[in-house]
């Protein structure tokens, strides 16, 4: 019998879903069963959740999105086979040099590593036998790969391949694009598995009960009625009317000109060019004039809070847009000076690829 195990990187699985698929409700419960019948498996093992958590205000508490979040894990806790590992999040404060404003974040510690960690020390004990890791970060290619050296079957659970990292998906078995169970696990009619026994190669059969329309009442039309013969008025004799001279007329007022209409393609084709790698390496080299050192341009603070006209806001874009930048060795991730934080640069010391290099080398968008 085949033991699935269930690892969700909870910032990365709920980022991917809002982006996908913003306006749906998952029961985690029908979630787990169908990623356990979609690689052709029989039991759960276990399912395992991490995620960050912010404290909460001294005077306020815990705001509304924080509720919802600590209502959400506390449900989770009460299924079965689900385990939930919070981690606190750290405020991390960062100085302007040109203005000398101060500004605070949190950032997430530690989630990615116990991920890892726990993936390791499981499979090395054979607490399973197939794992699927909710996640595209590139960072869990090594843990991964150490799985899978461990004689494990490694699957990606992913919503689509926008965010997905491609080391990732090298040292995978394969990818579940979570989007194809979406008619089975979000919430509302509760859907049953017929035991049908799948054929070898093939993969399992997930149908919902099948709904029965109650029976229409027909109604037999009765006799339509006759009307009755109109009464014949005779007309009155009408006298000379003196009739009035009609008003010239008065010419509309200017109408302002319709809005412009983009074309389907012309709207893709304006969403790609901000999808392209150059716009990533116009933007960095922007956040890199004015972080000037000792400053240095963080990871996350670009992926997430760097505004700008030319470029995707979506985290998941952009940091695909890193990870090829990457591969390509034209952007480096580096720790910051003060060991605190990861940092990204354009590489153009003589030793890799130019920053300038043309987006041949890179790849256009997907």
Not at 128 to 153: E, T
Not at 189 to 197: A, D
Request: overall charge negative; proline content about 11%; glycine content about 6%.
């Amino acid at each position: 019998m085949k033991r699935v195990a269930l690892f969700f990187d909870g910032k990365n699985f709920d980022l991917g879903r809002k982006v996908e698929m913003p306006d749906i409700n998952i029961d985690m419960r029908l979630l787990a069963d169908w990623l356990v019948m979609r690689v052709g498996a029989e039991e759960l093992w276990g399912a395992y959740y991490y995620t960050g958590l912010e404290p909460a205000d001294p005077t306020d508490g815990y705001d509304a999105r924080q509720m919802g979040l600590i209502n959400f894990l506390t449900m989770l806790q009460y299924l079965p086979g689900f385990f939930v590992k919070t981690f606190p999040k750290r405020q991390q404060t960062t100085r302007c040099p040109h203005c000398g404003h101060t500004s605070s974040f949190l950032i997430e510690k530690e989630v990615d590593t116990a991920i890892v960690a726990d993936m390791l020390r499981l499979a090395a004990v054979d607490a399973f036998d197939v794992l699927i890791l909710m996640s595209g970060d590139a960072d869990f290619a090594p843990g991964v790969d150490g799985v899978r050296a461990l004689g494990k079957k490694v699957y990606i659970g992913n919503w689509g391949m926008t965010a997905l990292a491609n080391r990732l998906r090298e040292v995978a078995f394969d990818v579940i694009d979570l989007r194809d169970g979406v008619d089975y696990f979000i919430r509302g009619p509760r859907p049953v598995v017929e035991p049908v026994e799948p054929e070898v190669g093939t993969e399992p059969v997930l149908e919902r009960e099948p709904v029965v329309e109650a029976p229409s009442l027909i109604v037999e039309p009765g006799p339509e009625p006759v009307p009755e013969p109109a009464p014949v008025v005779e007309p009155e004799p009408v006298a000379d009317l003196q009739l009035e001279p009609l008003p010239e007329p008065v010419a509309p007022p200017p109408t302002a000109p319709p809005p412009l209409r983009l074309s389907p393609m012309e709207i893709e084709d304006a969403q790609d060019k901000r999808r392209d790698p150059e716009a990533f390496l116009i933007e960095l080299r922007r956040a890199q004039a004015h972080h000037r050192p000792p400053l240095y341009v963080g990871r996350s603070h670009f992926l997430r809070n760097w505004r700008s006209d030319i470029l995707d806001d979506s985290f998941l874009v952009r940091e695909a847009l890193l990870d090829r930048l990457v591969e390509a060795g034209v952007v480096q991730v580096y720790s910051s000076p003060d060991g605190t934080a990861r940092a990204i640069r354009i590489v153009d010391d003589g030793s890799s690829p130019s920053a300038s290099a043309p987006t041949s080398l890179i790849g256009r968008p997907q």
